[in-house]
């Protein structure tokens, strides 16, 4: 039995220094026993609503197995240490804590379980692993024991001894005075009557001398909690004591993965990443920290190395990071930037070919041994007095990145498990860093070179939308993909929104990607409407595939394509579409609400079945938002496509936003999943024009009506302040008027538009659309047209459901 030479009992602390709280007293059947203010004030449930109830009320996961102990067991194997992650609020909310289960015994043998709340006073993210955080908090276990109402203990754990030099056998079934004599013990028993009385939480700090620890002073933080019955009365006192020093230790260490992230992701130089990462671990756990990329990293070039690829071929290292706890890094015999040479027995080759880690508690320094292959390192290892190291492989999804070398010098203790535990969980957060790092580059070039040749280098929606985009390639390895989209002024101040996807990557997909978007550009000239321009474009990519066939027994090869086609009218605010295998739009109303448009699903481009494609016109409130994209963006290895949609339609919400941030946020990929595939998003806020833009006229049928057209059109022209542009729109309007009335027997509509151009657009009720002709020399008609063509920029004619409209455009800068 140890004992205790003299303990002081100290001031009050802040509840902060004890890292846990206790939340409730756990049979080995899983029924609660006892709950405390703190575990109500938590998940709302009363005393009377869970003692004497299973814990599966509050832990859910606890009704898969039989006992507490099969239950922390599991724990154990499923997250990497004894706790729970998740509990239940009364609302019906799960809220994720860091649950701690402790078992403490009693006099007759018997089991309960204390379940605490541990607050680590640091935020670490979803990212840090069960087994890292299990493996710290085994650096400060908690003392916990129970007393009842008479402060007899009555269950205790056996870590308490460590804390105040009190056996579990003293101290079971006595009160603190007849255990742990002494002032402290009066000053202890008051306070625990305080807390009985008042049913809440106090914390103190008491000092202990133990002989095991050679008279060192021994800080340890204590917080009384108070026990509720079924009844909500107390039901004794439950004691959490903690090593204060471990306990800053713990959080000084939790500290620096919590800030890995910020540090580790604020840069994009791939050097800069490797120094922030030797600077976190120095002096923290190690004395000496030496980060190394493999060149194709930092250079941005050549083909990745993979783990396992190796052969008998040692990759080639360039030192990227260094730190040590002595000035100018004496360690190291190569700096930054330096190719590092490897011995080929060296044990970073075994690590490098694998993947694991390599821990060597105590180094083998002796003459003849590995380090002696590299006369320099083994001057500088014996020169330094380094007694301990791990490697870490830097790795992502199975690509070699690096290695991270921790070295231990002035601190005599060796590296342990949990050391490499806490070094895997650094470098691991380093690699994601890095890897985004070095998929920047790559990817940066793809995306130029797409942007270059492929993507529109600038969207133009004119007055109809705003716009903005995104691409990102999936796979930096396989080069870009099929992914495009398109924003394509038409007539009348109208827009066509385009995205399509080309099944597959590389090369050939991006050729293919670039003839269908001219296609589609081509097309959507004709004025098509958009089940018909791909029906037109699904005729196109089977011609295109049966041409590249060099076999005539041959099948066609199908290229494989989706895309969604759609022109908005700011006029009229009417969006009609249509799609070809593809992905509906999302559609946000000015309050917010996002909708996917149930849309016919037509077939995708070129599989040949012959099934026509439905357009579907909406009618949207100005300052709509449409998103287009492919499914890149809503699917990834991990989660569904509906999955996606609803993430996509929660960033979209947010519709406020600036198109270009709403955009970026759109794309950040869900965090630990990977893109399966390209992803592309078009953003559009929809514009609306009012009668500051727009004239229009109904028309009636006699000899009147070409003079009242352009007198109209005079007028309008006048209000705008474009009495320049009004003899030619004069003659324009008479030439366009005159058809109208010559060929159409139904009303005639004249519409004048002011966007970026001046359009004047003639609608009547006959379906032939006109062309142009060469008139002969004394022929008294036929140079209408002619002369419309003349007059203007461009003009052109498009089909409308019951005939057609004829349109001219002229150049606003033309204004005399």
Known sequence: MTSTCRTTFGKPMNPTEVTDTAFALIDEQGVVVAWTQAAEQLVGYSAGDVVGRSATLVLPCFGKVPTMSAFVEQCRVRNGWPGSSAVRHRDGRMLRVSLRMSMVRGQDGAVRWLASTTDLGVSLGEATSGSVLGAVLARAPIGVSVR?????????????????????DRRLGRRVRDAWPGTGAATTEAMMRQVLQGGTTKVHEYRTWLPTRSGQEHPVAVSFSCLQGADGRALGVCVLSVDIAESRRVRERLAVLGEAGTRLGSTLDVMQIGQELADLAVPLFA?????????SVPFGKGPPIHIGALGERLPVLRRAGLASIHPGVPESAWGRGDAVPRPPDAPCFGALRTGRSYLEPIMDTATGSWIDQEPALAEKIRENGMHSLMLVPIRS??????????????NCMPFQEDDLLLAEELVGRAAVSLDNARQYTREQTAALALQRNLLPRRL????????ASRYLPADIDRGVGGDWFDVIPLSGARVALVVGDVVGHGLDAAAAMGSLRTTVRTLAHMELPPDELLARLDDTVERLAEEDTDDSDQAATVVGATCLYAVYDPVTRKCSMATAGHLPPAIVDPQGRVNFPDLPTGAPLGIGLGVPFEAVELELPEGSLIALYTDGLVETREDDIEEGMHRLAATLEQRDLPLEELCTRATEPAKGQAACDDASLLLVRTRALTSAHVASWTLTRDETTVGRARNLAAGQLAEWGLEGLEDPMKLIVSEL???????????????LIRHQALTCEVSDTDGCLP???QAGTVAENGRGLHLVSQLSRRWGTRPTPVGKVVWAEKELDARV
Do not use: K
């Open 148 to 168: 009842d109402l008479q402060l007899r203990c009555v269950w205790t754990n056996d870590v308490m001894e460590s804390h105040d030099g009190t056996s579990t």
């Open 771 to 773: 062309r142009p002709r």
């Open 287 to 295: 004395d000496f920290v030496a980060v190394d990329l493999e060149q």
């Open 737 to 751: 008027v005159t058809n109208a009335v010559r060929y159409s027997p139904g009303p005639i509509d004249l519409r």
């Open 397 to 410: 999804r199975r690509v070699l990145l690096g290695t991270a070398l921790f070295v231990r010098t002035e």
């Open 460 to 467: 133009r929606g004119g007055l109809a939308v705003e716009a």
